[in-house]
C-alpha cells in the first residue's frame, strides 16, 4: 500500500473490467479528499466497476461517507459502478448506523463472506 498523508494507505488494482481500491487507515475531513481522488482515478480507466476495500480502515467519519456517496453517484453517471466490498467492522457499523449498508443510487454493499 502507498502511505499518503495523515497514516492513509491506498493501493490500486487493475483488473480489467473491475479496479480494487484497498484502504487503510483512518477515512476523516483530512484524508477525505485522498480518497475522493483515488476513486475519481479509479474511474478514469476502461472498468466499469470499481471494488472498494475497506477491510483496512480504523475509523470513518461523515466526510468520508459524503465522499462514498458523491464519488459512487459520479461514477455511475459515468458507466461505473463503485462496490463497497470487504469492510472493517467500524466501517460495516457505521454504513449500517447510516442506513448506507442498503445500498442505494451511489454505491452497492456486498455481502460480507
Same mark, same amino acid.
Given at each position: 500500500? /502507498? @502511505?499518503?498523508?495523515?497514516? &492513509?494507505?491506498?493501493? #490500486?488494482?487493475?483488473?480489467?473490467?473491475?479496479?480494487? =481500491?484497498? +484502504?487503510?487507515?483512518?477515512?476523516?475531513?483530512?484524508?477525505?479528499?485522498?480518497?475522493?481522488?483515488?476513486?475519481?482515478?479509479?474511474?478514469?480507466?476502461?472498468? /466499469? @466497476?470499481?471494488?472498494?476495500? &475497506?477491510?483496512?480502515? #480504523?475509523?470513518?467519519?461523515?466526510?468520508?461517507?459524503? =465522499?462514498? +456517496?458523491?464519488?459512487?453517484?459520479?461514477?455511475?453517471?459515468?458507466?461505473?459502478?463503485?462496490?463497497?466490498?470487504?469492510?472493517?467492522?467500524?466501517?460495516?457499523?457505521?454504513?449500517?448506523?447510516?442506513? &448506507?449498508?442498503?445500498?442505494?443510487?451511489?454505491?452497492?454493499?456486498?455481502?460480507?463472506?
Amino acid at each position: 500500500m /502507498t @502511505s499518503a498523508p495523515h497514516g &492513509l494507505a491506498i493501493d #490500486t488494482q487493475d483488473h480489467g473490467d473491475d479496479f480494487v =481500491v484497498r +484502504v487503510g487507515g483512518e477515512l476523516d475531513l483530512s484524508t477525505s479528499p485522498q480518497l475522493s481522488a483515488a476513486l475519481t482515478e479509479a474511474g478514469g480507466g476502461t472498468s /466499469t @466497476s470499481i471494488t472498494l476495500d &475497506l477491510s483496512g480502515v #480504523t475509523f470513518i467519519d461523515s466526510s468520508a461517507l459524503r =465522499v462514498l +456517496v458523491l464519488s459512487g453517484r459520479a461514477l455511475g453517471q459515468d458507466g461505473c459502478e463503485l462496490r463497497i466490498g470487504p469492510r472493517s467492522e467500524m466501517v460495516a457499523r457505521v454504513l449500517a448506523m447510516t442506513n &448506507l449498508d442498503a445500498g442505494g443510487d451511489a454505491f452497492v454493499v456486498l455481502p460480507e463472506d
